[in-house]
């Protein structure tokens, strides 16, 4: 038994063992996540512009955001399993290297032999693919840094969310002042520079973290790759707090995503005539939400976890689409920072729980899994909202997000299945 204990331990002792107390590993990562994230904040804005300015056509912008999102939903699911095997920290570098390559190649081919738009599907859908590996080790690395550095996991989530809040307050307004001044395509230069640096960064300076003990790894190997992923599957239709958050983050994130891949833009094209002013708004709100995670980092274990989760969704999410009904530019803009402020502990309080719930083997499997059910509607979402647009205009297709989006937020603070996200199982 003892025996067992200490291989089950195994996985991050040698780690805690030789770098006890170490902060520099976890924010060597958070460096490295807001360079990558920065880019990402590029290629959504970039993407979607470069098609409304080289077709003028909504529904294209709509066909291309489903090709961007539905392969992060097929490759978070499937590949879950293979992060555990390649490890965090490999899969990590490898997914930044290979999404650096394919936004690379969508400026190369656009100024040489040219870019026909199922190719820009094609690179679109592939840089997508190769994106939530990545995505799910580099979270999946949190707690076990979180504990190298003897960080509070609230404190290390906040600032794991803080850093893709802050690349927003960054990226977008560069990305607007960028596309005005170099183009759109020749932007795509850059994210891609920011994936190289990301990987380069990571892999030089973030340890190893062994996803589980040998006894796990070897009893992991013998089962068939399915196996492994029916189990994260189980454990999370199990748990009735991770499944009732998978449901209501299900529908928000459909309507976010469709809202700023394709209605909010065309919305702000048609009204200002211009990208800045979008790239203002979600600085606004990627900056009030950065400060917001830091308050929350320092505060969060005290807040009530529900209460919090529903009042910052309803006021940092729903409201914010009838906002933009008003357009007058510092309205929007004033709100749109309470919204970032208001929303700022959504992800890190899911990521809290979520890690508190889960035990340490399972933990790529189920980041994964949970990762592809979150992102499961995005590819409708996008893809219909450039027809429901056309079909209904961009007001009412506003009207009707905000109002859908508020009845999943307000559900939160009713449903009984979320009063045991207080505490963890453990501690009951």
Same mark, same amino acid.
């Not at 390559?101 to 690179?123: C, D, E, K, N, S």
């Not at 906002?323 to 530019?329: K, S, T």
């Not at 919204?339 to 933990?363: C, D, F, H, K, Y």
């Given at each position: 038994?003892?025996?067992s204990?200490?291989e089950?331990q195994?996985?991050?002792?040698?780690l805690?063992?030789?770098?006890?107390?170490?902060?520099?590993?976890?924010?060597?990562?958070f460096?490295g996540?807001?360079?990558?994230?920065?880019?990402d904040v590029?290629?959504?804005?970039?993407?979607?512009w470069f098609?409304?300015?080289?077709t003028g056509?909504?529904?294209?912008?709509?066909?291309t955001?489903?090709f961007s999102?539905?392969?992060?939903? *097929?490759?978070?699911?499937?590949?879950s399993v293979?992060?555990d095997?390649?490890?965090?920290?490999r899969?990590s570098v490898i997914g930044?290297?290979l999404?650096g390559?394919t936004?690379m190649?969508?400026?190369?081919?656009?100024?040489?032999?040219?870019l026909?738009?199922?190719?820009?599907?094609?690179?679109v859908f592939?840089g997508?693919l190769l994106?939530?590996?990545?995505?799910t080790?580099?979270s999946a690395m949190?707690p076990?840094?979180?504990? *190298?550095?003897?960080?509070?996991?609230?404190r290390?989530?906040?600032?794991d969310?803080?850093?893709q809040?802050?690349?927003r307050?960054?990226?977008?307004p560069l990305?607007?002042v *960028?596309i005005?001044?170099?183009?759109?395509s020749?932007?795509?230069?850059?994210?891609a520079?920011?994936?190289?640096?990301s990987?380069?960064l990571i892999?030089l300076t973030?340890?190893?973290v062994a996803?589980?003990?040998?006894?796990?790894?070897?009893k992991?190997?013998q089962?068939?790759?399915f196996?492994l992923?029916?189990?994260?599957?189980h454990f999370l239709i199990?748990?009735?707090v991770i499944l009732?958050?998978?449901?209501v983050?299900?529908?928000?994130?459909l309507?976010?995503d469709a809202?700023?891949?394709?209605?909010?833009?065309a919305?702000?094209?048609?009204?200002?005539?211009?990208?800045?002013?979008?790239?203002?708004?979600?600085?606004?709100s990627g900056?009030?939400?950065f400060?917001?995670t830091?308050?929350?980092?320092?505060?969060?274990?005290?807040?009530?976890?529900?209460?919090?989760f529903?009042v910052?969704?309803t006021?940092?999410g729903a409201?914010r689409f009838?906002v933009l009904?008003?357009?007058?530019?510092?309205?929007?803009?004033g709100w749109f920072?309470?919204?970032?402020?208001a929303?700022?502990?959504?992800?890190?309080?899911?990521?809290?729980?979520?890690?508190e719930?889960?035990?340490?083997?399972?933990?790529a499997?189920?980041?994964?899994?949970l990762?592809?059910a979150?992102?499961?509607g995005?590819?409708?979402?996008?893809?219909?909202?450039g027809?429901v647009?056309?079909?209904l205009g961009?007001?009412?297709t506003?009207?009707i997000?905000?109002?859908?989006?508020l009845?999943?937020?307000l559900?939160?603070?009713?449903?009984?299945?979320?009063k045991?996200?207080e505490k963890?199982?453990?501690?009951?």
């Amino acid at each position: 038994m003892n025996n067992s204990i200490e291989e089950k331990q195994s996985s991050t002792a040698p780690l805690l063992q030789e770098q006890r107390n170490a902060p520099w590993p976890i924010y060597a990562l958070f460096t490295g996540n807001v360079v990558s994230y920065i880019g990402d904040v590029l290629t959504l804005l970039a993407i979607p512009w470069f098609v409304l300015q080289t077709t003028g056509s909504v529904k294209q912008a709509g066909i291309t955001g489903f090709f961007s999102a539905l392969p992060m939903v *097929l490759s978070g699911f499937l590949g879950s399993v293979l992060v555990d095997r390649l490890g965090y920290k490999r899969t990590s570098v490898i997914g930044d290297v290979l999404s650096g390559i394919t936004v690379m190649l969508v400026p190369l081919l656009y100024h040489t032999i040219g870019l026909a738009f199922w190719q820009l599907l094609f690179l679109v859908f592939i840089g997508g693919l190769l994106k939530s590996p990545a995505m799910t080790a580099r979270s999946a690395m949190v707690p076990d840094l979180a504990k *190298l550095a003897r960080m509070r996991l609230e404190r290390a989530n906040a600032w794991d969310d803080g850093v893709q809040r802050v690349s927003r307050f960054f990226g977008a307004p560069l990305a607007g002042v *960028l596309i005005a001044v170099i183009g759109t395509s020749n932007l795509l230069w850059l994210d891609a520079a920011s994936f190289a640096f990301s990987a380069l960064l990571i892999g030089l300076t973030v340890p190893e973290v062994a996803p589980v003990s040998k006894q796990e790894s070897a009893k992991a190997e013998q089962q068939s790759y399915f196996t492994l992923l029916r189990e994260g599957v189980h454990f999370l239709i199990r748990d009735s707090v991770i499944l009732t958050i998978i449901i209501v983050v299900v529908v928000t994130n459909l309507l976010d995503d469709a809202n700023i891949s394709v209605v909010e833009p065309a919305y702000i094209m048609q009204t200002f005539h211009s990208a800045l002013p979008l790239g203002l708004l979600i600085a606004a709100s990627g900056g009030m939400a950065f400060i917001g995670t830091i308050i929350f980092g320092s505060i969060g274990h005290r807040l009530p976890r529900r209460l919090t989760f529903g009042v910052g969704f309803t006021i940092g999410g729903a409201l914010r689409f009838w906002v933009l009904l008003i357009p007058i530019l510092p309205f929007m803009l004033g709100w749109f920072a309470l919204a970032g402020l208001a929303i700022a502990p959504i992800n890190a309080l899911i990521s809290t729980v979520l890690q508190e719930r889960t035990p340490p083997e399972m933990r790529a499997r189920v980041f994964g899994t949970l990762g592809a059910a979150v992102l499961a509607g995005i590819p409708l979402g996008t893809l219909a909202s450039g027809f429901v647009v056309t079909w209904l205009g961009l007001r009412t297709t506003l009207f009707i997000m905000g109002l859908l989006y508020l009845m999943a937020t307000l559900s939160i603070l009713v449903n009984p299945a979320l009063k045991s996200m207080e505490k963890s199982p453990s501690s009951n």
